[in-house]
């Protein structure tokens, strides 16, 4: 069977192109996403965010240090996918290829859960996995993402 883990994670403020968390995978493994949970912790306002999950075939640089995926079960082994957030330079994104993509409200949170077998699943390159980013938004936001995915 296989393990389950979370990671969760600002992006830096913008108005496009501004990821909140990276699950990277390895040569060793195909991280699968089954949950994403969107949102944003600034003061509430009208402004709309576009947000997306990715591929992407270039990590970039995550800013300070990385987070740490943790074991849904603490009993599991830790996880072999690595995780980045505010990324101080953006992945390199697969041309115009999303996903997923949602428009929101900053006033809204959004949940996405996948069915079984429909999982985002991230491809087993080194450095390559799936962002989930700012596209664009009507003001300077960092949204925050939380991500579970299995492997």
């Not at 403020?13 to 991280?31: C, E, F, H, N, Y």
């Not at 995550?62 to 505010?86: E, I, N, R």
């Not at 390559?128 to 960092?142: D, K, M, Q, Y």
């Amino acid at each position: 069977m296989s393990k389950c883990y979370a990671v969760a994670g600002p992006a830096a403020a913008g108005t496009a192109l501004k990821t909140a968390i990276t699950v990277i995978g390895s040569s060793a493994i195909r991280p699968m996403i089954n949950e994403i949970i969107w949102g944003v912790d600034a003061t509430p306002a009208d402004n709309y965010l576009q947000l997306a999950a990715t591929r992407f075939t270039a990590a970039g640089t995550t800013a300070a240090s990385a987070p740490t995926p943790q074991p849904l079960d603490p009993g599991d082994v830790a996880c072999v996918s690595t995780a980045g957030w505010t990324h101080s330079a953006e992945p390199t994104y697969a041309a115009s290829v999303n996903l997923l993509e949602i428009v929101m409200n900053q006033r809204a949170t959004f949940r996405w859960v996948s069915q079984d077998g429909r999982e985002l699943v991230a491809p087993a390159t080194a450095n390559n996995g799936i962002g989930h980013r700012n596209v664009a938004s009507g003001a300077s936001l960092a949204p925050r993402a939380s991500v579970i995915f299995r492997e």
